[in-house]
């Protein structure tokens, strides 16, 4: 039963669009099973950039199924704005299903998300697409499935439940801007409508497509460090982007995953609030920034940006079971004289190697770092693995030795071609 999913192994934006769309090929179904449009997975074919929030990467790919699975949260403006997008600017794509038990993000979640995220003390910096309040929805049971969405009368009904409770919390926020049943059901009726089409039941269709063999690919959107559960909280989504959640967010039983591929970026980067102990302040962070481009697909911020930091890698390999690593944007850090990787924190007095899961300690500590020679070259033009310089040998080694699992992957740019399958065994 081929099943691979695919996670971010920390803080999001580890180019994992880029590596399913590689690993896309040949495979039947590829999946969303978290978050909603606050991902942005960016994909290069030749001179044409795709952009995807919602989309799974392989509705590229034509004869290759792409799923928003039931763990997601779905904008539809946005979901039929991207499909149109993707479809004219690709040609040809696959087929696209969306879970019915998918939730909606409604307006009441966008306008909720920028109001709470200005009352914080600190900020989270979410991306302001409702994401949070529309999980805090699902959790109060009071959201709108696409089941519901999809039905004029049961979308109906369920709208004169939820909204007179969202105009109650909205304008006790000082939201005095009205929301209006008429002229909800005007803008979203239609676009019920219109994605009614691609609404099933998705659970049973995976666990039917796994028991016959298929090749599924689970695309993870953020990072495994911003799950509500294992991540930094409170400066996490609201989401479980971790393994676990492609089995929460699609039905499919923990014994049904075959391998787990953890993306890392040669370096670290995050955006939004939050602890980040190996985050550069200085010159080489911003070197980074701008060799490396790291500034958000979705809302356009600049990325913090830092040394990989092995101690957050370790436990989150740990946390999700990772059989593989691909490490990407490796021809970024070519041309620095020396390189860091972090392999313990000093907290409060005393080296520790084990990442600690309270927030508090872990903006306490600071990194202990291990450097290593850097490399050079034109590294996107190299096919081989044996071909990348010794230095970049070493360096990946290490994370290999330190997290314990095997590089299988190398992403050396940005585009399709761009990458070394070293062990593709350990992917499929
Ligand atoms: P991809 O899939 C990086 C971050 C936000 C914020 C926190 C909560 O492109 O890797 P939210 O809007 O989800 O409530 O924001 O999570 N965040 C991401 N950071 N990459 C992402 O997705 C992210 N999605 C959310 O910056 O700190
Ligand atoms: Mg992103």
Redesign the pocket.
Same mark, same amino acid.
């Given at each position: 039963m081929p099943t691979l999913v695919i996670v971010?192994a920390l803080?999001?934006?580890?180019a994992?669009?880029k590596l399913v769309d590689v690993l896309a090929e040949g495979a039947d179904y590829t999946v969303r099973f978290s978050?909603?449009n606050?991902?942005?997975?960016t994909v290069r074919l030749g001179d044409k950039l795709f952009r995807f929030h919602l989309l799974p990467t392989g509705f590229l790919r034509p004869g290759c199924t792409a799923v928003i699975g039931g763990g997601m949260v779905v904008c539809p403006r946005s979901l039929l704005e991207e499909i149109d997008e993707m479809s004219a600017l690709a040609g040809t794509t696959g087929n696209l299903l969306v879970s019915g038990s998918a939730h909606v993000v409604m307006p009441w979640h966008e306008r909720l998300?920028c109001l709470e995220e200005a009352l914080r003390a600190q900020g $989270?910096? /979410? =991306? &302001?697409?409702? $994401?949070?309040p529309a999980y805090e929805d699902k959790a109060g049971r009071r959201g709108i499935r696409m089941f519901d969405f999809v039905q004029p009368e049961r979308f109906r009904e369920r709208l004169r439940e939820v909204l007179p409770l969202k105009r109650r919390l909205l304008k006790a926020m000082g939201d005095d801007k009205d929301m209006n049943e008429d002229a909800i059901l005007s803008e979203y009726l239609p676009l019920a409508e219109r994605v009614r089409p691609y609404v099933v039941d998705t659970g049973s269709l995976i666990l039917e497509a796994a028991a016959a063999g298929k090749r599924i690919l689970f695309e993870?959107?953020? +990072?495994a460090m911003?799950d509500l559960d294992y991540g930094t909280y409170p400066?996490? /989504?609201?989401?479980h982007?971790t393994s676990a959640g492609a089995c929460m967010g699609t039905g499919l039983p923990p014994t049904g995953v075959d391998k787990v591929l953890g993306v890392c970026v040669a370096y670290a980067? &995050?955006? #939004?609030? +939050?602890p980040f102990p190996t985050e550069l302040d200085d010159e080489v962070g911003d070197r980074i920034r701008q060799t490396g481009r790291e500034f #958000? /697909? =979705?809302?356009g &911020?600049p990325?913090r940006c830092g040394w990989l930091d092995l101690v957050a890698l370790r436990y989150s390999a740990q946390a999700n079971g990772f059989t593989a690593l691909a490490v990407t944007r490796v021809d970024v850090l070519a041309g620095f004289q020396e390189v860091s990787l972090c392999t313990a924190y000093e907290l409060d007095g005393e080296r520790v190697e084990r990442f600690p899961t309270d927030t508090a300690a872990l903006a306490r500590v600071t990194p202990v770092y291990e450097t290593l020679p850097g490399w050079e070259g034109n590294i996107p033009s190299i096919r081989t693995y044996d071909a990348l310089p010794e230095a970049l040998h070493r360096f990946l080694g290490r994370i290999e030795e330190f997290v314990g699992v095997p590089v299988a992957v190398v992403s050396t740019g940005a585009d399709r071609s761009e990458v070394i399958l070293r062990r593709p065994e350990l992917l499929w």
């Open positions: 971010g803080w999001g934006d580890e994992k669009g978050g909603g606050n991902a942005g997975h998300d $989270i910096g /979410t =991306t &302001r697409k409702g $994401i949070g993870g959107a953020q +990072g911003l400066f996490v /989504t609201s989401s982007p980067t &995050r955006v #939004g609030g +939050g #958000g /697909t =979705t809302t &911020r990325r």
